[in-house]
């Protein structure tokens, strides 16, 4: 086994949108070489030796719409991707989170707030992050203490009307979700 090959067993994928193996070029159960397969009615990384199936699944995200006086609060993001541009309080799930941990999680992490969750507002599908597509679960909550204050990944927290939403929201997911937001709640 070379370097490379190592690299892969012990760091985990360098994974580009494109890689039909998702960045595993060997199998996590037995070490032989995956190869691509037929495995129902999808080509599929797999292992020749053991059978495992090497299944690329979206990752699960969740996070909380706060609306107050006709303004809803943005986060704007410090890190890439998006760096600079605006979004929804949201992150991804941790395994030993529900969603709505996350979504509190998250919103303390970004904002500096306390949230409490009102209702599940919708879901939505992302395809535009390079890093993975995302399963988005976004609640509808209340704010009930703590300060503004950015954090984590967040450079700034600011209220928007929605009338004058930034042009840089960060991704379709979350324009698909301010665009929702107005259709069912927004009357003028």
Known sequence: MNDEDLHYLISGPDVTRDDPYGGYRYC????????IMMAGDMERPQCPSCGFIY????????????????AILLVQRSVEPRKNDWCIPAGFIEWTEHPQQTAIRELKEE????????????????MDDPRTHAVLILYIADVIGGAIKPGDDAAEVRWFDFDHLPANIAFQAHRDALALYRKRFITR
């Open 28 to 35: 996590p159960r037995c070490r032989a070489e995956l190869s």
């Open 55 to 70: 299944y690329r699944n979206p990752a699960p995200a969740a996070g909380a719409v706060i609306v107050k006086d006709g």
């Open 111 to 126: 904002t500096g707030l306390d949230i409490s969750i009102r209702t599940m507002f919708d879901i939505f599908f992302g």
